[in-house]
């Protein structure tokens, strides 16, 4: 809900916390530990801030390397000629060769019964309508328009060619249903860019060389130009050696000036929701510098140690975060040194020369070996029976996709999970989607409860139990969440960072 000027705040204590709580007056009821009376927010502050940022971020210097284990990571080189790298490399080469071959042979055989089953349609269509319509000539292409300086007038269509027309929509909807309900289809045939990608996106995460930046960005429903939750996921090799699980450094900011900003009509509300630590809270300036020290310090190589690791911007359907990072003043590595596509990824020899950034998209790699239906990121974490909970959390959300990722390009869990049985996923895919049409949304029991009781109304005043008289007591204040970490209100980037590392 939008409040605007100044937020009223009322004192309450913190679970887990002796620190004052400030608490926000609106409906949302959002918990901020340390907030000041003195910070505003509201749409109008939030774009005046927004128009500044470029200007403030030319000035700030980036501050990791001053913490003694970041700067001890840059010294780290990649070993590629290990044995341990050399049996896994041979190991992934030997899987991408075997799905090569099951994927070509699945498409020969699924192009045939295709094709079958559109020489039936179009016999039982000649059968019945003498011959096959023409094929459009129009197909793709706008209506033809003859402009006039005073009006527009529309190529006049004779009643023949508009009964052409509906046959011919008609012949194509027909062979479009059969395409649609064949199965499977080989999206990512051998040979095309399709499975290009897939590979090479195994390749780059199985060698253990690559980190990954996971980004997601939450937006307020009724204006897509503010931005209220930046999520940050981050995956580095050089912190996973020896790691059993693997780690990953996570965060999630709120900016202060779109703090009582609330999606409820469109998008389900979960700011208050990040699961793994505290909720980052800063004015917009300190997030974009937040922000740029990160990507500064993993998406930048410094050292010719650093040269050797490789680097990826992981999201799903990243580039559009990337652009909203970009319209808040965070300098992303320029478009020229990015490569979306993979075809630049190279595991064969150490060089000293930087590598590209790679684009790796999990809704991308979704697409491309499954299709175009089914591809958001709750579905496809059911689908691979990823445990999950309140998505529309942008650090929930970055997390979740970087270990997406992670599951989609393991080949061990691949195997698992079937994935390259592609009738077998096509049928769960199908499956899914069916269900979602007819089964109701599930909502946490947790959260269902929370809410219940906090719209029930409270009694101001208690009795005391040995006299029997009543005494006013100021009922307590209930947010609608459950065990979360709750927010933490931090006037500068560096001091948030740091905090995260106190643990």
Same mark, same amino acid.
């Given at each position: 809900?939008?409040?605007?000027?100044?937020? @009223?705040?009322?004192?309450?204590?913190?679970?887990?916390?002796?620190?004052?709580?400030?608490?926000?007056?609106?409906?949302?009821?959002?918990?901020?530990?340390?907030?000041?009376?003195?910070?505003?927010?509201?749409?109008?502050?939030?774009?005046?801030?927004?128009?500044?940022?470029?200007?403030?971020?030319?000035?700030?210097?980036?501050?990791?390397?001053?913490?003694?284990?970041?700067?001890?990571?840059?010294?780290?080189?990649?070993?590629?000629?290990?044995?341990?790298?050399?049996?896994?490399? @041979?190991?992934?080469?030997? &899987?991408?060769?075997?799905?090569?071959?099951?994927?070509?042979?699945?498409?020969?055989?699924?192009?045939?019964?295709?094709?079958?089953?559109?020489?039936?349609?179009?016999? @039982?269509?000649?059968?019945?309508?003498?011959?096959?319509?023409?094929?459009?000539?129009?197909?793709?292409?706008?209506?033809?328009?003859?402009?006039?300086?005073?009006?527009?007038?529309?190529?006049?269509?004779?009643?023949?060619?508009?009964?052409?027309?509906?046959?011919?929509?008609?012949?194509?909807?027909?062979?479009?249903?059969?395409?649609?309900?064949?199965?499977?289809?080989?999206?990512?045939?051998?040979?095309?860019?399709?499975?290009? &990608?897939?590979?090479?996106?195994?390749?780059?995460?199985?060698?253990?060389?690559?980190?990954?930046?996971?980004?997601?960005?939450?937006?307020?429903?009724?204006?897509?130009?503010?931005?209220?939750?930046?999520?940050?996921?981050?995956?580095?090799?050089?912190?996973?050696?020896?790691?059993?699980?693997?780690?990953?450094?996570?965060?999630?900011?709120?900016?202060?000036?779109?703090?009582?900003?609330?999606?409820?009509?469109?998008?389900?509300?979960?700011?208050?929701?990040?699961?793994?630590?505290?909720?980052? %809270?800063?004015?917009?300036?300190?997030?974009?510098?937040?922000?740029?020290?990160?990507?500064?310090?993993?998406?930048?190589?410094?050292?010719?140690?650093?040269?050797?690791?490789?680097?990826?911007?992981?999201?799903?359907?990243?580039?559009?975060?990337?652009?909203?990072?970009?319209?808040?003043?965070?300098?992303?590595?320029?478009?020229?040194?990015?490569?979306?596509?993979?075809?630049?990824?190279?595991?064969?020899?150490?060089?000293? @020369?930087?590598?590209?950034?790679?684009?790796?998209?999990?809704?991308?790699?979704?697409?491309?070996?499954?299709?175009?239906?089914?591809?958001?990121?709750?579905?496809?974490?059911?689908?691979?029976?990823?445990?999950?909970?309140?998505?529309?959390?942008?650090?929930?959300?970055?997390?979740?996709?970087?270990?997406?990722?992670?599951?989609?390009?393991?080949?061990?869990?691949?195997?698992?999970?079937?994935?390259?049985?592609?009738?077998?996923?096509?049928?769960?895919?199908?499956?899914?989607?069916?269900?979602?049409?007819?089964?109701?949304?599930?909502?946490?029991?947790?959260?269902?409860?929370?809410? %219940?009781?906090?719209?029930?109304?409270?009694?101001?005043?208690?009795?005391?139990?040995?006299?029997?008289?009543?005494?006013?007591?100021?009922?307590?204040?209930? %947010?609608?969440?459950?065990?979360?970490?709750?927010?933490?209100?931090?006037?500068?980037?560096?001091?948030?960072?740091?905090?995260?590392?106190?643990?």
């Amino acid at each position: 809900m939008y409040t605007g000027g100044n937020i @009223k705040l009322r004192g309450q204590e913190a679970a887990f916390s002796s620190v004052p709580v400030r608490m926000n007056s609106g409906a949302s009821g959002h918990r901020v530990r340390g907030l000041p009376h003195s910070v505003r927010s509201g749409i109008g502050l939030y774009k005046s801030a927004c128009s500044t940022s470029n200007k403030v971020a030319k000035k700030r210097k980036s501050w990791i390397d001053e913490f003694d284990h970041f700067a001890r990571l840059r010294s780290i080189s990649w070993d590629h000629s290990s044995e341990a790298n050399s049996s896994l490399k @041979k190991m992934i080469e030997e &899987y991408l060769k075997k799905i090569q071959a099951q994927y070509g042979e699945l498409n020969a055989i699924s192009t045939v019964e295709l094709n079958e089953k559109l020489d039936i349609v179009k016999e @039982k269509w000649v059968e019945e309508h003498g011959s096959l319509p023409e094929p459009s000539k129009t197909k793709g292409k706008k209506e033809k328009v003859q402009k006039n300086e005073t009006y527009k007038k529309t190529e006049m269509v004779t009643p023949e060619e508009d009964a052409k027309k509906k046959v011919q929509k008609e012949y194509e909807a027909k062979l479009r249903q059969i395409k649609d309900d064949h199965r499977p289809m080989v999206y990512a045939n051998p040979g095309t860019t399709n499975f290009d &990608y897939l590979c090479n996106s195994i390749r780059l995460m199985t060698a253990r060389k690559t980190i990954c930046f996971s980004l997601d960005v939450e937006a307020y429903e009724f204006d897509n130009d503010v931005v209220t939750e930046i999520g940050i996921a981050i995956y580095d090799p050089r912190e996973n050696v020896h790691s059993l699980v693997p780690m990953t450094r996570n965060y999630h900011l709120i900016i202060s000036e779109a703090l009582p900003l609330r999606n409820k009509k469109y998008v389900c509300d979960f700011k208050d929701c990040f699961l793994l630590g505290e909720s980052l %809270v800063m004015s917009l300036h300190e997030c974009v510098e937040f922000v740029q020290s990160l990507v500064d310090f993993y998406m930048r190589s410094q050292t010719p140690e650093d040269k050797s690791w490789s680097r990826a911007f992981v999201g799903h359907n990243v580039l559009g975060d990337l652009r909203w990072m970009k319209n808040l003043g965070v300098k992303i590595p320029e478009e020229e040194i990015m490569d979306h596509s993979l075809h630049k990824v190279n595991l064969e020899t150490e060089s000293n @020369k930087t590598e590209p950034i790679f684009i790796l998209d999990t809704e991308k790699l979704y697409r491309f070996c499954y299709g175009n239906k089914g591809g958001n990121l709750g579905r496809l974490l059911r689908l691979f029976k990823i445990p999950h909970a309140f998505l529309h959390n942008a650090g929930n959300d970055s997390h979740y996709t970087l270990k997406l990722l992670m599951h989609m390009c393991d080949v061990n869990f691949r195997k698992q999970a079937g994935m390259d049985n592609l009738l077998e996923m096509s049928n769960k895919i199908r499956q899914w989607i069916d269900r979602e049409k007819q089964e109701p949304k599930v909502l946490p029991m947790s959260y269902a409860l929370s809410v %219940v009781d906090a719209t029930k109304k409270r009694p101001a005043t208690t009795t005391r139990q040995d006299t029997k008289t009543p005494r006013k007591r100021q009922a307590k204040d209930l %947010v609608p969440q459950t065990e979360f970490g709750g927010s933490q209100y931090f006037v500068n980037a560096r001091d948030a960072f740091q905090s995260t590392l106190e643990m």
